[in-house]
């Protein structure tokens, strides 16, 4: 029996992770200090799985506790992931994603287990071509309103590639393309979910700018099999992670409001500062390498989230 354990187990893609190990018979070790996560998350799991799920209720920034169970896998997970949520704690952001991913590696190395580092696809910040490819080294303001978090992952990028160098180790990073699905938080301002529970509610749906800045979505289910399929791979070099189904932003309102069959209204709002105007991940080296594929469509991964919220509320 292994174990594996994850940094910001109680947050929507940490919940979704441990809870995949855990039904493969996996012991999972949960580390988390509620910065934007919930304790709901962590009852669930705690509940479902009592005999093998342990959770660390503590800041990833600080020295990680000793274990002395073999851990095969450490998942850097935890880190304020939202914009709304990254702008209210900048330089938590940083921190964790630098003193605690390396608090983190340290723990790997002391346990001869491989770190995986969840990465984003903002390091590619305003892409210069689309779709956006592990080779391109992205264009990203250093100083402003989401630099705490582009710069932040990248940073934690540098520090996975010159462990590796000097310490010989094997750990890698995959770079999440935007994610949904349930267990996503309602309200820190994520596109498919805030889409969803207003147009569930009767409330207006806002697009900023024109809204034909493009997104891609990935439901959970799919990120997490990347997530593993890397995991038990020996990369140790980024790759992009999400789906390649490019969709406009007023299009995914428009989509939602059929699919919720609601009579909300689109609104328009002013563009904030630095939003990309392009997301679309190349796969072609999740596909070669690790015989990736997405496999759920917007239309049901949607639908199964809305389903989730009227069974939640
Ligand atoms: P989330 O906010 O739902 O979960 C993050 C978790 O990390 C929360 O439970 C939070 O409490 C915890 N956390 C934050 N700082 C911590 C600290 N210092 N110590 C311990 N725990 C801490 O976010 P998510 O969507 O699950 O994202 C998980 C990871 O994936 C993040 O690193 C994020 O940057 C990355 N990512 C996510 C997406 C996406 O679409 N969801 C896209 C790209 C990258």
New binding site residues.
């Given amino acids: 029996m292994s174990t594996v354990l994850v ?2 187990s ?5 919940t979704h992770l441990s809870e995949h190990y855990l039904k493969l018979g996996v012991n999972v070790i949960g ?7 919930s304790q709901s998350n962590t009852d669930y799991l705690k509940k479902q799985y009592p005999e093998r799920f342990i959770f660390i209720e ?4 600080d020295t990680f506790p000793a274990i002395v169970e073999k851990i095969k896998y450490v998942f850097h ?6 914009v709304k ?1 990254f702008q209210k704690f900048p330089l ?1 952001t940083l ?2 994603n630098s003193v ?1 991913l390396q608090n983190a590696i340290r723990f790997a190395d002391a346990h001869n287990s491989r770190l995986i580092f ?1 990465s ?2 903002e390091i590619y910040g305003s892409p210069l071509k689309s779709p956006q490819n592990e080779n391109d080294w992205g264009q990203v303001n250093s100083f402003g309103e989401r630099s705490c978090y582009d710069e932040a ?1 990248r940073f934690g990028e540098a520090l996975i590639f010159s462990a590796n160098k000097v310490n010989s180790t094997t750990h890698g990073l995959v770079r ?4 949904y699905g349930p267990r996503m ?1 309602e309200n ?1 301002d994520r596109v498919p979910m805030t889409f969803v529970k207003n147009a569930l509610n009767n409330q207006d749906l806002t697009v900023y700018g024109n809204g034909l800045q493009t997104r891609s979505f990935c439901y959970i289910d799919d990120l997490i099999r990347g997530l593993t399929l890397y995991a038990d791979s020996r990369l140790t070099t980024p790759v992009n992670l999400g789906s390649d189904n490019e969709i406009t932003v007023l299009r995914l309102a428009e989509k939602v409001l059929k699919i919720t069959n609601s009579k909300s209204k689109i609104i328009f709002a002013e563009l904030p500062q630095d939003d990309p105007p392009q997301r679309k991940p190349d796969l072609q080296t999740a596909k070669e390498e690790l015989n990736y594929e997405p496999t759920t469509g917007l239309t049901d991964g949607l639908q199964n989230l809305a389903n989730w919220l009227k069974l939640t509320h």
């Fill in positions: 940094t910001g109680a947050g929507f893609i940490g580390l988390d200090n509620y910065l934007t996560g503590q800041d990833a920034s997970l935890a880190s304020p992931a939202s949520s938590e921190k964790v605690g969840a984003t696809s992952k999440i393309f935007n994610t938080f820190d």
